[in-house]
């Protein structure tokens, strides 16, 4: 068997989590508005999910601004982190319990809806986590997500790797491989799921300063999860260069500085015989040309001659 993918570490990604749950509240800003954008996407179909599941729900955030919506009668919540799973229950008083998104815990066909706020940028076999969802779906299933994507934090990025060069005199990795828009589209079509829609947001947050920033990224247990990157702590003064390069390179004439998150939205559907599909090749009742009408034909060069 091939070696398991490991772009970011899991074990680390549980004990921040572990850590932001003690004061989520504080930080799940980011959270909140995402969860409320998926909600909104859940409107726009008319079918009923009876059994959903939330992948990796955080504070508890999707379950109390789902409610109801879609048809939901049961949602499971479940998380990596004991201490956001225990927050979730409180929170909601939904069925919830630990569990890993890259192994999900259910029988083939079991749900009728899987949703996801924002945990799914961090998990390494992508294309995998897909197929798993597919397959524990029921027929004409609907899949619903969202995650960051690689044009996040982009200025942060820039600006702690210019000031760890001149600091420390070496740069460690800090660009995560998320999914690009332009990808997610075939991915899910290789898992097997029909008529898929990708779309994304920028959501830009406005910061008194790239510290504070930081600071913020850490609460929300979301800062660099690569695997190969230093495990060193990073210098004070690195951070204070970071921030002045920030400042210097898209800080405002207020002093502020802003910080954008590309987040991308999946939306595809479990195979069903009910659904629409496209005419065989031939099968066509109309012809284009009485549709269109007369097509004027193309001048000949050779006549102007």
Partial sequence: MADPITVFD???????????????SEFNFLFVETAERLADRLDDTTRKFPLAVDLGCHNGELGQIIGARGGIETLHQCDISYGYAQSARMRNDRTTFVADEEFLPFGDGALDLILSNLSLHWVNDLPGMLLQARRVLKPDGLFLACLLGGDTLRDLREALMTAEAEEEGGVSPRVSPF???RDAGSLLQRSGFALPVVDSDDITIDYPDALKLMRDLSGMGESNLVTIRSKKFTKRSTLARAAAIYHERHGRPDGRVHAKFQVIYLTAWAPDESQPKPLRRGTGQVSLVDFLGDVPNKPDPAKNN
């Fill in 10 to 24: 899991r074990h680390i990604l549980k004990l921040r989590r572990e850590r932001a749950s003690k004061r989520a």
């Fill in 179 to 181: 999914v690009d828009v």
